[in-house]
């Protein structure tokens, strides 16, 4: 099969090469280690699902491993282990993950088994009825974290119908109900080449990592019908309280914004903002709720990079009676980011810390395989790996008072927490 390259951007340390049948491969050389690390990404995750399926991606990344054309679970299990490689699949809002790493020499062999389990899994029903009660055990472990449960409810309430309301776990009733037909037609909708990214990384050339790649996959052709249309609703901001009584030590407190999508230009403000009020000691929340004030057990700030509008999110642990006045310090602390500029000497400080922990995060193999696979299967490109950079780099502080503005003006509160301390908290 005749390969299509396009070569990337000269500054740029991966080649980007497409197969003839649509799949994207990703080579990044580094003979610094006899290691190669690869990443296989699927168009799937937990945003393709239907409403009354939430979980189903993830219940496919549990059983998917455990027997395939030709191999039982043990089968798969003792090549893996007798060639002292790592082979897990993996489910996300907007991508499945297929993640592997071996010694140099065992590349080709545990990439042919990684091509055999993606492309004919058997999803064996005992497996299935195994993984879905270890996923329910899951979920209600996770009814009994204050902290899961608020960012639960506020969550919902955010996204209503959009998928993003749900857990990667679904819940109670959606997995129950999951069966094994539902893996095979979501595997045949979604597992098919054109809908593939191979991202590679460590010792191997760019000529041979494709040929192998080739060699296990450059027969599997595009199916006649198209993808699913992926027609998602309209998320609509109508920002409310949530709040669930509970016997707890402390109370969680919990404003949510509806933010951008990673491709809007308000992406790198917003995440600089992000980084600016809750990561780390040194931020703004810790420095002025815990270490001045005293408030919190646990303060902090998230932002995630996603494909369709992402929350962000401010929380803090705090004593029951302290409940009122932690929703008060946070919403002040953003309210001051709306009508105040940050200021220069905190803003660089922002961006050395925000790219300082991007650099670190793309030392191991394993690192650069999953990043670079993660721009492409956004289709954001290779690129962005520098372009990220300069975003967060030249955001200014009128830019991250624009931002702050347009996106956290009025939260979703949620709180959960004793029930006379969460019910007076509510007159904030």
Not at 44 to 50: I, L, N, R, T
Not at 346 to 361: E, H, R
Request: proline fraction near 4%; charge should be negative; aromatic fraction near 8%.
């Amino acid at each position: 099969m005749i390969q299509i390259v396009k070569p990337s951007l000269s500054h740029s340390p991966i080649h980007r090469t497409v197969l003839n049948n649509g799949i994207v491969v990703l080579v990044a050389e580094n003979p610094a280690a006899d290691i190669i690390a690869g990443r296989i990404f699927i168009r799937a995750g937990s945003c393709y699902e239907k409403q009354e399926q939430a979980g189903l991606a993830y219940l496919l990344s549990a059983v998917i491993t455990k027997g395939c054309d030709g191999l039982s679970s043990l089968e798969i299990a003792e090549q893996v282990e007798s060639a002292g490689a790592s082979l897990s699949a993996d489910t996300a809002t907007d991508y499945f993950l297929l993640s592997l790493k071996t010694v140099t020499s065992d590349f080709a062999e545990i990439l042919a088994l990684a091509g055999r389990i993606l492309r004919s899994p058997t999803f064996p029903e005992v497996q299935v009825e195994l993984e879905r009660r270890l996923a329910l055990q899951n979920i209600r472990s996770q009814q009994e974290q204050p902290f899961t449960i608020a960012f639960e409810q506020m969550r919902q309430v955010m996204y209503q119908n959009h998928p993003y309301a749900m857990s990667v776990l679904g819940n109670e009733t959606t997995m129950s109900h999951l069966t094994r037909a539902d893996l095979v037609e979501y595997h045949q909708n979604y597992f098919r080449p054109d809908n593939l990214v191979v991202s590679i990384a460590g010792r191997v050339t760019q000529q041979d990592a494709v040929a192998l790649v080739e060699q296990v996959f450059g027969d599997w052709q595009v199916p006649d019908r198209a993808l699913p249309i992926h027609d998602l609703p309209e998320i609509r901001v109508e920002p409310q309280h949530q709040i669930k009584p509970m016997q707890t030590q402390q109370s969680i407190v919990m404003l949510g914004y509806l933010g951008s999508s990673v491709i809007s230009p308000d992406y790198a403000p917003l995440k600089l903002l992000s980084t600016y009020l809750g990561n780390g000691l040194s931020s703004r929340l810790f420095v002025e709720l815990r270490e001045k004030r005293g408030l919190a057990y646990e303060v902090s700030a998230f932002y995630p990079t996603r494909l369709y509008p992402a929350s962000f999110v401010v929380y803090m642990g705090t004593a029951p009676e302290n409940t009122s006045i932690a929703v008060n310090g946070l919403r002040t602390e953003v309210d001051l980011l709306c009508n105040a500029e940050v200021s220069q000497s905190a803003l660089q400080a922002a961006k050395n810390k925000i790219l300082g922990q991007y650099a670190l995060g793309k030392q191991t193999n394993g690192q650069i395989a999953q990043i670079y696979g993660w721009y492409e299967i956004l289709a954001l490109g290779i690129d962005f790996d520098t372009k990220f950079q300069e975003l967060i780099a030249s955001v200014s502080a009128k830019d991250a008072m624009a931002a702050a503005q347009r996106y956290l003006q009025e939260p979703y509160l949620s709180l959960v927490g004793q029930e006379e301390a969460i019910n007076n908290a509510l007159d904030y």
